[in-house]
């Protein structure tokens, strides 16, 4: 079938099928046009300090220009970025980017094996790290080939004095930052103040070039990065806007970011659509803290929102969250993990918007597909963005029809180059005609609209049939009493797996028996859970998605 040619009449009116993609030739082309742009208006927020586009241009220049004449790198030299969302990551992201530098997003929760492998499969040169997560670089850094720290604190962005004063607090008073000592590192307010006074040649990086070493989760073994380049970048900002409809008015939106920027999906969110747009980014640093995080968001008229399944759960939950302002807010996207139809409806019974779904991957800017806000259909991923081609194969890599449920594949500009110095995992991930293996299985519906089924890999095969676990938890997630749930596979002597669900109930009166005769009602009888968990939370995630592997592997180990 012509996936191409049958895509082409899909679109809502006003959606095109394919854009222009040569309107940047980097992401820092991007930057430099919306700080310019938007130069008054603010860019980003954290921690009780706004930043505008202008200062954002400035204190990027000034981090870039400290990298080419205080330190030995090069083009192309990559440096690591270890923090939460601050403002200072917008300037050290694009502050690198000008200097023609390769960023390596860094979770800052990495343990110290997790880190020591990144900075060196990645061969990063230097590292920005956030005080509080110092004292494992510290044990990190000499098995490493990093030669420049950079360390900030969490305050560094407001004035001198405030600086200082709430610095002091957070080390001193709540016990924040663990003891380190790296003396040869500098502290980002003087690299700052001295790359002022220093020139700056900025880099002219093109599309082909490698702006991000996006490492994925490691899911399958050892994490591997993801090479993107400016034109992969690029490409999804543009891509991925049209499908946004009416639903960003530049240079007036103000979106609430909860979701951490060194994550692919806010990266581009927010470093890059949303960037481009001029619009006020509010950073959420532990959307955990959900009381905090309601109170910071009632000091804006947000207009938009952006997060996944079990944050949105987490937040309605909150009852002051339920009594916020929504009267601004025009959209919810979400991804990240599947999104429960009860979580969706909830949702929009609490705020009034509609959640439109999309999906992707590391591996692909991330966007693949997205739900236009004025045509969402609940329970898909949407349509795939402009210029990317969606099918199905089965195990052969034969193409499937309309309906039948296959491997997702995916080709298009935002697709990554491949696997950082791993020719043969790289050549594995594609078909032999090009398409990007997604790993999941889905269905292309006959209008178009993709729905996901489940992770190949977590797929359960009871009696020889194939059971999603997605459809289980959103059967199990409907329950008013269950707040979320994960389905996995037990070995079983009859059946050979059997489906066992641990969840998180919202009410403590839930019976397993009435969950179990929830189920019966709702699911084939081999789909029915033979078993169930009840815990006080879930494994997830640093973005929040549930765990499935962790708890599976523990049955196992139970079991052998």
Same mark, same amino acid.
């Given at each position: 079938?012509?996936?191409?040619?049958?895509?082409?009449?899909?679109?809502?009116?006003?959606?095109?099928?394919?854009?222009?993609?040569?309107?940047? #030739?980097?992401?820092?082309?991007?930057?430099?046009?919306?700080?310019?742009?938007?130069?008054?208006?603010?860019?980003?927020?954290?921690?009780?300090? !706004?930043?505008?586009?202008?200062?954002?241009?400035?204190?990027?220049?000034?981090?870039?220009?400290?990298?080419?004449?205080?330190?030995?790198?090069?083009?192309?030299? @990559?440096?690591?970025?270890?923090?939460?969302?601050?403002?200072?990551?917008?300037?050290?992201?694009?502050?690198?980017?000008?200097?023609?530098?390769?960023?390596?997003?860094?979770?800052?929760?990495?343990?110290?094996?997790?880190?020591?492998? #990144?900075?060196?499969?990645?061969?990063?040169?230097?590292?920005?790290?956030?005080?509080?997560?110092?004292?494992?670089?510290?044990?990190?850094?000499?098995?490493?080939?990093?030669?420049?720290?950079?360390?900030?604190?969490?305050?560094?962005?407001?004035?001198?004095?405030?600086?200082?004063?709430?610095?002091?607090?957070?080390?001193?008073?709540?016990?924040?930052?663990?003891?380190?000592?790296?003396?040869?590192?500098?502290?980002?307010?003087?690299?700052?103040?001295?790359?002022?006074?220093?020139?700056?040649?900025?880099?002219?990086?093109?599309?082909?070039?490698?702006?991000?070493? #996006?490492?994925?989760?490691?899911?399958?073994?050892?994490?591997?990065?993801?090479?993107?380049?400016?034109?992969?970048?690029?490409?999804?900002?543009?891509?991925?806007?049209?499908?946004?409809?009416?639903?960003?008015?530049?240079?007036?939106?103000?979106?609430?970011?909860?979701?951490?920027?060194?994550?692919?999906?806010?990266?581009?969110?927010?470093?890059?659509?949303?960037? /481009?747009?001029?619009?006020? +980014?509010?950073?959420?640093?532990?959307?955990?803290?959900?009381?905090?995080?309601?109170? /910071?968001?009632?000091?804006?008229?947000? !207009?938009?929102?952006? $997060?996944?399944?079990?944050?949105?759960?987490?937040?309605?939950?909150?009852?002051?969250?339920?009594?916020?302002?929504?009267?601004?807010?025009?959209?919810?996207?979400? $991804?990240?993990?599947?999104?429960?139809?009860?979580?969706?409806?909830?949702?929009?019974?609490?705020?009034?918007?509609?959640?439109?779904?999309?999906?992707?991957?590391? /591996?692909?800017?991330?966007?693949?597909?997205?739900?236009?806000?004025?045509?969402?259909?609940?329970?898909?991923?949407?349509?795939?963005?402009?210029?990317?081609?969606?099918?199905?194969?089965?195990?052969?890599?034969?193409?499937?029809?309309?309906?039948?449920?296959?491997?997702?594949?995916?080709?298009?500009?935002?697709?990554?180059?491949?696997?950082?110095?791993?020719?043969?995992?790289?050549?594995?991930?594609?078909?032999?005609?090009?398409?990007?293996?997604?790993?999941?299985?889905?269905?292309?519906?006959?209008?178009?609209?993709?729905?996901?089924?489940?992770?190949?890999?977590?797929?359960?095969?009871?009696? $020889?049939?194939?059971?999603?676990?997605?459809?289980?938890?959103?059967?199990?997630?409907?329950?008013?009493?269950?707040?979320?749930?994960?389905?996995?596979?037990?070995?079983?002597?009859?059946?050979?797996?059997?489906?066992?669900?641990?969840?998180?109930?919202?009410?403590?009166?839930?019976?397993?028996?009435?969950? @179990? /005769?929830?189920?019966?009602?709702?699911?084939?009888?081999?789909?029915?859970?033979?078993?169930?968990?009840?815990?006080?939370?879930?494994?997830?995630?640093?973005?929040?998605?549930?765990?499935? @592997?962790?708890?599976?592997?523990?049955?196992?180990?139970? +079991?052998?």
């Amino acid at each position: 079938m012509d996936f191409e040619q049958f895509y082409q009449d899909k679109y809502p009116p006003g959606v095109p099928r394919e854009i222009d993609l040569n309107k940047y #030739q980097s992401m820092v082309d991007v930057f430099n046009q919306s700080v310019k742009k938007y130069a008054d208006k603010p860019a980003f927020s954290a921690v009780g300090v !706004t930043m505008t586009y202008g200062e954002l241009d400035a204190q990027a220049r000034n981090f870039a220009a400290w990298l080419q004449n205080k330190t030995n790198l090069k083009p192309g030299d @990559r440096i690591a970025v270890q923090m939460p969302n601050l403002t200072q990551y917008p300037v050290v992201v694009y502050g690198a980017m000008r200097a023609g530098l390769v960023v390596v997003n860094t979770n800052p929760l990495y343990t110290t094996r997790e880190m020591e492998h #990144q900075f060196n499969d990645s061969g990063a040169k230097a590292l920005v790290v956030l005080a509080n997560m110092a004292s494992n670089a510290e044990k990190v850094l000499p098995h490493t080939g990093i030669e420049h720290v950079i360390v900030t604190e969490l305050a560094d962005m407001h004035s001198p004095l405030k600086r200082t004063l709430m610095n002091a607090a957070v080390k001193h008073l709540k016990k924040m930052v663990p003891a380190y000592n790296l003396p040869q590192a500098h502290k980002l307010p003087a690299v700052l103040a001295a790359g002022a006074k220093e020139k700056l040649d900025e880099a002219r990086p093109t599309q082909d070039d490698l702006a991000v070493l #996006q490492y994925t989760g490691g899911t399958t073994g050892v994490a591997k990065g993801a090479m993107l380049t400016h034109g992969n970048l690029v490409a999804n900002l543009l891509q991925t806007r049209p499908l946004l409809e009416d639903k960003i008015e530049e240079g007036k939106e103000v979106m609430i970011a909860p979701l951490p920027l060194y994550h692919i999906y806010s990266f581009t969110l927010n470093c890059g659509i949303m960037l /481009e747009a001029g619009a006020h +980014n509010v950073l959420i640093p532990n959307p955990r803290d959900i009381p905090a995080f309601v109170k /910071e968001m009632k000091n804006y008229k947000f !207009t938009s929102f952006v $997060g996944l399944n079990t944050l949105f759960n987490g937040l309605m939950a909150n009852e002051d969250f339920r009594n916020l302002d929504f009267s601004q807010m025009k959209m919810t996207s979400s $991804g990240g993990m599947a999104l429960t139809s009860a979580t969706a409806k909830r949702w929009q019974e609490v705020t009034g918007v509609e959640i439109a779904e999309g999906y992707g991957m590391t /591996e692909t800017s991330p966007v693949v597909t997205f739900n236009p806000p004025s045509a969402i259909q609940l329970g898909t991923i949407g349509l795939p963005i402009c210029n990317t081609v969606c099918k199905t194969v089965d195990e052969d890599g034969n193409d499937l029809p309309l309906g039948e449920p296959g491997e997702l594949c995916v080709k298009g500009p935002q697709v990554m180059r491949g696997y950082w110095q791993r020719p043969e995992e790289t050549e594995k991930s594609f078909t032999a005609d090009g398409f990007l293996r997604t790993g999941d299985v889905a269905v292309i519906q006959e209008d178009g609209y993709i729905r996901i089924v489940d992770r190949k890999k977590d797929m359960i095969i009871v009696s $020889g049939f194939n059971v999603y676990p997605n459809e289980v938890e959103d059967v199990v997630s409907s329950h008013p009493k269950v707040l979320e749930c994960a389905a996995v596979g037990i070995p079983d002597e009859k059946s050979g797996e059997a489906v066992k669900v641990f969840l998180v109930p919202s009410d403590p009166s839930l019976e397993e028996d009435e969950l @179990r /005769e929830f189920c019966r009602e709702r699911l084939t009888a081999y789909k029915v859970p033979k078993s169930f968990e009840i815990r006080e939370e879930l494994p997830k995630t640093n973005v929040g998605k549930i765990l499935r @592997r962790e708890l599976r592997d523990e049955e196992i180990a139970k +079991n052998s």
